[in-house]
């Protein structure tokens, strides 16, 4: 495990996007904090950077199973390493602490604007949303998103070991990512009668960190609360973990 873990470290470090995507995210930042009204809903939502989080691990993710599929290199992965789990366990914990870093980094460069751009400088400790400082609400939309990332971490690597084209799953998983919204909304409209079902659908959960942020209108597109979003949200990461593992599993090289 532990060789498996600094392989797909190593690998990800080396990548010119890793570090290439934060600094474009802390630029975007930079241009919305200049150009949007002054909204303490900006801080709250980090610059409501989460989406661009969201692009990132589907491009970076995408790529740490299928690339290694069309390049074979995946069998010299599995000879070195003495069970597919260990492989497939390192590939996520990787892209989760990815993913954890991207937001921590998010965070900071949200408390550093709002310091320095003269048409933000709110108080992170006034009371905001659901009586909580606008500091913690930062905080916890973060922690939120962080669930609504795993979920779409899930999603790539279930995709990822479905599909082995690489330019094929990074568009299905964009496809469901972005789409999602309109997508859950069209399920849960035209199957209407039936929505105490179909609003458990796994698209409606990409809703869960905008439904935070601006409660009283998800609720109408979502019709479910943030603690059922949450359970859902995590039944669904440990069934797409599940099911992409023993895809990969059975897979032949």
Same mark, same amino acid.
């Given at each position: *495990? /532990?060789?498996? &873990?600094?392989?797909?470290?190593?690998?990800?470090?080396?990548?010119?996007?890793?570090?290439?995507?934060?600094? @474009?995210?802390?630029?975007? *930042?930079?241009? @919305?904090? &200049?150009? $949007?009204?002054?909204?303490?809903?900006?801080? *709250?939502?980090?610059?409501? !950077?989460?989406?661009?989080?969201? &692009?990132?691990?589907?491009?970076?993710? %995408?790529? *740490?199973?299928?690339?290694?599929?069309?390049? /074979?290199? +995946?069998?010299?992965?599995?000879?070195?390493?003495? =069970? /597919?789990?260990?492989?497939? &366990?390192?590939?996520?914990?990787? !892209?989760?602490?990815?993913?954890?870093?991207?937001?921590?980094?998010?965070? !900071?460069?949200?408390? +550093?604007?709002?310091?320095?751009?003269?048409?933000? /400088?709110? %108080?992170?400790?006034?009371?905001?949303? $659901?009586?909580? =400082?606008?500091?913690?609400?930062m905080v916890l939309t973060s922690t939120i998103d962080m669930f609504t990332t795993l979920f779409i971490i899930s999603l790539i690597f279930l995709m990822s070991c479905l599909i082995s084209e690489n330019s094929v799953v990074i568009a299905v998983n964009l496809g469901l990512v972005f789409l999602g919204q309109g997508i859950s909304n069209d399920i849960l409209n035209f199957y209407h009668r039936f929505l105490d079902i179909v609003k458990w659908n796994p698209i409606n959960m990409i809703n869960l960190t905008f439904q935070y942020t601006n409660y009283d209108m998800y609720y109408k597109l979502t019709r479910l609360s943030i603690f059922q979003m949450v359970s859902a949200t995590l039944l669904y990461i440990m069934l797409f973990l599940i099911l992409g593992y023993l895809v990969f599993r059975r897979r032949h090289y």
């Amino acid at each position: *495990m /532990r060789y498996s &873990l600094y392989q797909e470290s190593y690998k990800l470090i080396h990548k010119k996007v890793t570090w290439l995507a934060p600094c @474009l995210m802390i630029l975007l *930042m930079l241009v @919305l904090g &200049l150009t $949007y009204d002054s909204d303490r809903w900006l801080i *709250m939502s980090s610059f409501g !950077i989460n989406e661009w989080i969201s &692009l990132v691990l589907v491009l970076v993710g %995408s790529t *740490m199973f299928s690339m290694e599929f069309q390049n /074979r290199t +995946i069998l010299t992965l599995l000879y070195k390493t003495p =069970s /597919r789990m260990y492989v497939y &366990l390192s590939k996520f914990i990787v !892209i989760c602490t990815y993913d954890l870093f991207l937001h921590i980094i998010v965070m !900071i460069f949200t408390m +550093i604007f709002n310091v320095i751009m003269p048409n933000l /400088r709110f %108080s992170l400790w006034a009371t905001y949303q $659901y009586q909580q =400082s606008l500091f913690v609400n930062m905080v916890l939309t973060s922690t939120i998103d962080m669930f609504t990332t795993l979920f779409i971490i899930s999603l790539i690597f279930l995709m990822s070991c479905l599909i082995s084209e690489n330019s094929v799953v990074i568009a299905v998983n964009l496809g469901l990512v972005f789409l999602g919204q309109g997508i859950s909304n069209d399920i849960l409209n035209f199957y209407h009668r039936f929505l105490d079902i179909v609003k458990w659908n796994p698209i409606n959960m990409i809703n869960l960190t905008f439904q935070y942020t601006n409660y009283d209108m998800y609720y109408k597109l979502t019709r479910l609360s943030i603690f059922q979003m949450v359970s859902a949200t995590l039944l669904y990461i440990m069934l797409f973990l599940i099911l992409g593992y023993l895809v990969f599993r059975r897979r032949h090289y």
